[in-house]
Protein backbone atom coordinates (compact mmCIF):
# COMPACT_ATOMS: atom_id res chain seq x y z
CA UNK A 1 0.00 0.00 0.00
CA UNK A 2 1.25 3.51 -0.90
CA UNK A 3 1.18 6.38 1.73
CA UNK A 4 -0.04 9.66 1.66
CA UNK A 5 1.54 12.67 3.49
CA UNK A 6 -0.01 12.38 7.15
CA UNK A 7 0.61 8.49 7.27
CA UNK A 8 -3.01 8.27 4.99
CA UNK A 9 -3.39 4.81 3.32
CA UNK A 10 -4.49 4.89 -0.13
CA UNK A 11 -7.36 2.17 0.42
CA UNK A 12 -10.50 1.82 2.50
CA UNK A 13 -10.73 -1.65 3.70
CA UNK A 14 -11.75 -2.15 7.11
CA UNK A 15 -14.15 -0.37 9.35
CA UNK A 16 -14.30 3.29 9.49
CA UNK A 17 -15.05 6.29 11.77
CA UNK A 18 -14.83 9.89 11.58
CA UNK A 19 -11.88 12.23 13.07
CA UNK A 20 -13.48 14.79 15.55
CA UNK A 21 -10.59 17.08 14.37
CA UNK A 22 -10.93 17.13 10.27
CA UNK A 23 -14.55 15.66 10.03
CA UNK A 24 -13.09 13.15 7.71
CA UNK A 25 -14.72 9.90 7.53
CA UNK A 26 -11.61 7.26 7.61
CA UNK A 27 -10.57 3.56 7.92
CA UNK A 28 -9.89 3.28 11.26
CA UNK A 29 -6.20 2.16 10.45
CA UNK A 30 -4.87 5.23 9.76
CA UNK A 31 -7.12 6.74 13.04
CA UNK A 32 -6.50 6.63 16.68
CA UNK A 33 -8.83 6.10 19.64
CA UNK A 34 -8.76 8.20 22.74
CA UNK A 35 -10.76 7.23 25.74
CA UNK A 36 -12.20 9.52 29.10
CA UNK A 37 -10.89 7.37 32.12
CA UNK A 38 -13.22 7.75 35.30
CA UNK A 39 -11.14 10.41 36.60
CA UNK A 40 -12.10 12.28 33.72
CA UNK A 41 -8.95 12.33 31.99
CA UNK A 42 -8.15 11.38 28.32
CA UNK A 43 -6.40 8.44 27.64
CA UNK A 44 -4.86 7.63 24.31
CA UNK A 45 -5.94 3.58 23.80
CA UNK A 46 -3.49 3.00 21.17
CA UNK A 47 -4.30 -0.81 20.90
CA UNK A 48 -7.94 0.03 20.53
CA UNK A 49 -9.35 -2.13 23.59
CA UNK A 50 -10.32 0.14 26.03
CA UNK A 51 -13.23 0.20 27.55
CA UNK A 52 -15.77 3.35 26.70
CA UNK A 53 -16.92 5.39 24.55
CA UNK A 54 -14.47 6.42 22.13
CA UNK A 55 -13.27 9.30 20.07
CA UNK A 56 -11.30 9.34 17.05
CA UNK A 57 -8.66 11.65 15.62
CA UNK A 58 -6.57 11.43 12.40
CA UNK A 59 -2.86 9.69 13.06
CA UNK A 60 -1.66 13.26 12.49
CA UNK A 61 0.24 15.66 14.75
CA UNK A 62 -1.73 18.17 13.26
CA UNK A 63 -4.90 17.19 13.68
CA UNK A 64 -4.27 16.23 17.23
CA UNK A 65 -3.44 19.46 18.49
CA UNK A 66 -6.19 20.81 16.66
CA UNK A 67 -8.41 18.24 18.88
CA UNK A 68 -6.49 19.25 22.26
CA UNK A 69 -6.39 23.37 21.15
CA UNK A 70 -10.12 23.49 20.20
CA UNK A 71 -11.06 21.27 23.13
CA UNK A 72 -13.02 18.76 20.64
CA UNK A 73 -12.52 16.00 23.31
CA UNK A 74 -14.53 17.58 25.90
CA UNK A 75 -17.18 18.39 22.88
CA UNK A 76 -16.88 14.71 22.34
CA UNK A 77 -17.38 13.36 25.76
CA UNK A 78 -20.31 15.92 26.19
CA UNK A 79 -18.39 16.68 29.49
CA UNK A 80 -14.62 18.50 30.37
CA UNK A 81 -11.50 16.22 29.84
CA UNK A 82 -8.43 16.44 31.31
CA UNK A 83 -5.23 17.19 29.15
CA UNK A 84 -1.82 16.83 30.16
CA UNK A 85 0.92 18.89 28.68
CA UNK A 86 2.98 17.19 26.18
CA UNK A 87 -0.12 15.23 25.32
CA UNK A 88 0.91 15.01 21.63
CA UNK A 89 4.31 13.79 22.38
CA UNK A 90 2.76 10.92 24.96
CA UNK A 91 0.63 9.80 21.99
CA UNK A 92 4.02 9.71 19.87
CA UNK A 93 5.97 7.66 21.87
CA UNK A 94 2.89 5.30 23.17
CA UNK A 95 2.70 4.43 19.15
CA UNK A 96 6.89 4.02 18.91
CA UNK A 97 6.53 1.32 21.97
CA UNK A 98 4.10 0.06 20.38
CA UNK A 99 5.53 -0.25 16.99
CA UNK A 100 9.08 -1.40 18.63
CA UNK A 101 7.40 -3.82 20.70
CA UNK A 102 6.17 -5.71 17.60
CA UNK A 103 9.43 -5.44 16.08
CA UNK A 104 10.77 -7.51 19.32
CA UNK A 105 7.67 -10.04 19.14
CA UNK A 106 9.54 -10.69 15.79
CA UNK A 107 12.88 -10.86 16.98
CA UNK A 108 12.09 -13.46 19.68
CA UNK A 109 9.91 -15.47 17.04
CA UNK A 110 13.12 -15.13 14.70
CA UNK A 111 11.37 -13.22 12.19
CA UNK A 112 13.66 -10.60 12.06
CA UNK A 113 17.03 -9.91 12.05
CA UNK A 114 19.37 -7.02 12.67
CA UNK A 115 22.84 -5.18 11.05
CA UNK A 116 23.86 -4.78 7.44
CA UNK A 117 25.45 -8.57 6.84
CA UNK A 118 22.51 -10.61 8.00
CA UNK A 119 19.94 -8.20 6.29
CA UNK A 120 21.73 -8.32 3.28
CA UNK A 121 21.86 -12.07 3.12
CA UNK A 122 18.30 -12.41 4.41
CA UNK A 123 17.28 -9.69 1.05
CA UNK A 124 19.45 -11.85 -1.20
CA UNK A 125 17.99 -15.18 -0.39
CA UNK A 126 14.45 -13.63 -0.19
CA UNK A 127 13.94 -14.29 3.75
CA UNK A 128 12.86 -10.47 4.14
CA UNK A 129 9.54 -9.52 3.08
CA UNK A 130 9.83 -6.45 5.10
CA UNK A 131 13.20 -4.08 4.92
CA UNK A 132 13.38 -1.40 8.03
CA UNK A 133 16.17 0.89 8.09
CA UNK A 134 16.53 3.91 10.89
CA UNK A 135 15.35 7.21 9.93
CA UNK A 136 18.75 8.93 11.09
CA UNK A 137 20.90 6.01 9.64
CA UNK A 138 23.26 7.70 6.67
CA UNK A 139 21.67 7.96 3.68
CA UNK A 140 24.71 6.46 2.11
CA UNK A 141 24.55 3.58 4.38
CA UNK A 142 20.72 2.69 3.88
CA UNK A 143 20.89 3.34 -0.06
CA UNK A 144 23.29 -0.06 -0.15
CA UNK A 145 20.57 -2.24 0.75
CA UNK A 146 16.91 -2.72 -1.19
CA UNK A 147 13.72 -3.22 0.14
CA UNK A 148 12.28 -6.43 -1.55
CA UNK A 149 9.67 -6.13 -4.23
CA UNK A 150 5.94 -5.35 -3.71
CA UNK A 151 3.92 -3.05 -1.74
CA UNK A 152 4.39 -2.45 2.29
CA UNK A 153 7.95 -3.53 1.98
CA UNK A 154 9.79 -0.50 3.56
CA UNK A 155 9.71 0.99 7.04
CA UNK A 156 11.82 4.06 7.52
CA UNK A 157 10.03 6.09 10.48
CA UNK A 158 11.83 4.76 13.21
CA UNK A 159 15.19 5.95 14.84
CA UNK A 160 18.55 3.93 15.40
CA UNK A 161 17.61 4.31 19.01
CA UNK A 162 14.31 2.54 19.03
CA UNK A 163 15.42 -0.03 16.61
CA UNK A 164 17.97 -0.72 19.08
CA UNK A 165 15.53 -1.07 21.55
CA UNK A 166 13.98 -4.50 20.20
CA UNK A 167 16.82 -5.93 19.91
CA UNK A 168 18.91 -5.04 23.17
CA UNK A 169 21.60 -2.86 21.43
CA UNK A 170 22.18 0.92 21.37
CA UNK A 171 21.36 1.18 18.00
CA UNK A 172 20.45 -0.58 14.95
CA UNK A 173 20.56 0.74 11.63
CA UNK A 174 19.22 -1.64 9.36
CA UNK A 175 16.53 -4.50 10.28
CA UNK A 176 15.00 -7.26 8.10
CA UNK A 177 11.64 -8.70 8.65
CA UNK A 178 10.30 -12.39 7.48
CA UNK A 179 6.73 -12.31 5.92
CA UNK A 180 3.57 -12.82 8.37
CA UNK A 181 1.20 -11.03 11.17
CA UNK A 182 3.88 -9.83 12.90
CA UNK A 183 5.78 -8.40 9.99
CA UNK A 184 1.69 -6.59 8.89
CA UNK A 185 1.58 -5.22 12.32
CA UNK A 186 4.85 -3.12 12.23
CA UNK A 187 3.72 -1.70 9.25
CA UNK A 188 0.56 -0.81 10.04
CA UNK A 189 1.62 1.16 13.15
CA UNK A 190 4.56 2.81 10.87
CA UNK A 191 1.88 3.93 9.02
CA UNK A 192 0.11 5.84 11.76
CA UNK A 193 3.63 7.08 13.56
CA UNK A 194 4.76 8.52 10.34
CA UNK A 195 1.51 10.91 10.14
CA UNK A 196 2.80 12.00 13.95
CA UNK A 197 6.07 12.78 13.20
CA UNK A 198 5.03 14.95 10.06
CA UNK A 199 7.57 13.45 7.50
CA UNK A 200 8.11 10.24 5.74
CA UNK A 201 11.08 8.76 4.76
CA UNK A 202 12.10 7.53 1.07
CA UNK A 203 12.55 4.16 -0.54
CA UNK A 204 16.73 3.97 -0.87
CA UNK A 205 17.21 4.33 -4.92
CA UNK A 206 13.09 4.55 -5.43
CA UNK A 207 12.04 8.15 -4.49
CA UNK A 208 8.92 6.84 -3.13
CA UNK A 209 7.21 7.92 -0.07
CA UNK A 210 7.11 5.17 2.95
CA UNK A 211 6.24 4.49 6.15
Not at 141 to 162: F, I, Q
Not at 186 to 199: D, I, K, N, P, T
Request: charged share 25%; hydrophobic share 45%.
Amino acid sequence: MCVARGGKPDDRAGPERRCIATGAVRPISGLIRFVVDPDGRILADIAGKLPGRGAWVSADRIALEAAVDKRLFSRAAGRHVWIPDGFTDEVEALMVARAVGFVSLARKAGQAVAGYDRVRSWLVRGDAKVLVQASDGSARGRSKLRPPAGKDSYVGVLTANELGLAFGRENVIHCALAGGALAKRVVGEARRLSGMRQWIGETPGKGEKTV
